[in-house]
């Protein structure tokens, strides 16, 4: 079953947050931070950003959203701020399972123009991604790729 048949598209909106930081955000989710996380190649820059469950915000702006964080993710984005590949997410442990990593990536590669390339997959992963949808790019790869 692919994703799009169990998660609705809920496409992301960049917001720019200042001192060269940003965030996506839909309905369900925010991903905040967008800083450097190790190295990638002259043509994309590799950021991190915190995961954050709107439904697990607390109501009062003054508390502390701590509560809310579920994870990470780490992206590939171009020159021009666009989302083209994923090399690492993390869900905290009690939030795994819970089918929010699948729509996370959904909500990504909807948010993506052409598609995400996925970077790195660990064997300890391998089903989650063949369960996402991932073409590999070959049949030993760490490395595939989810079309729109």
């Given at each position: 079953m692919k994703l799009e048949q169990i998660f609705e598209m809920a496409a992301m909106q960049k917001q720019n947050l200042g001192f060269g930081m940003s965030q996506y955000s839909n309905d369900n989710y925010i991903l905040s931070g967008g800083y450097r996380s190790g190295s990638s190649d002259s043509k994309s820059t590799r950021l991190k950003y915190d995961i954050y469950d709107i439904k697990l915000l607390p109501e009062d702006e003054n508390a502390d959203p701590s509560e809310a964080k579920i994870g990470f993710v780490e992206l590939f984005v171009d020159h021009?701020?666009?989302?083209?590949?994923?090399?690492?997410?993390?869900?905290?442990?009690?939030?795994?399972?819970?089918g929010r990593g699948r729509q996370i990536v959904q909500d990504i590669v909807d948010t993506s123009k052409n598609g995400l390339n996925i970077h790195d997959i660990q064997k300890s992963a391998k089903k989650f991604w063949d369960n996402v949808g991932v073409k590999y790019n070959s049949k030993h790869a760490t490395?595939?790729?989810i079309e729109k």
């Open positions: 021009d701020g666009e989302i083209i590949g994923l090399v690492n997410i993390e869900l905290l442990p009690k939030f795994r399972t819970s490395d595939g790729r």
